[in-house]
């Protein structure tokens, strides 16, 4: 079992930033591929960026690409999301996803094995 617990969430205006943790709790974290989703209100939840279990490949939208940077320090067990240039359409609840089974299994979203609890982002304009 591993639990993940999502901080860093606000309310910010339009261009500014804000930095996303996933804190990771139980089972060997270098083991999973990590990444953030969203779910907007009324819209489905979608894949905005995933690290592989080592940190060394990223994968972003198409729609964050430049303005988002996804990490991971596996010595703390710890996922970063840093949001910058924010737009409101980046206005959504933010999950952290663990998949075992790698980057592109969490790209897909459908095998992800633990979800956080999701953290509040909204832009405002």
């Known amino acids: 079992q591993v639990q993940l617990v999502e901080t860093g969430g606000g309310l910010v205006q339009a261009g500014g930033s804000l930095r996303l943790t996933c804190a990771a709790a139980g089972r060997t974290f270098s083991a999973y591929a990590m990444g953030w989703f969203r779910q907007a209100p009324g819209k489905e939840r979608e894949f905005v960026a995933g690290?592989?279990?080592?940190?060394?490949?990223?994968y972003y939208a198409d729609s964050v690409k430049g303005r988002i940077t996804i990490s991971r320090d596996n010595t703390k067990n710890t996922v970063y999301l840093q949001l910058n240039s924010l737009k409101p359409e980046d206005t959504a609840v933010y999950y952290c996803a663990a998949d075992q089974s790698g980057l592109q299994s969490l790209r897909v979203g459908v095998r992800i094995d633990y979800w956080g609890q999701g953290t509040q982002v909204t832009v405002s304009s």
């Open positions: 690290i592989s279990m080592s940190g060394i490949i990223t």
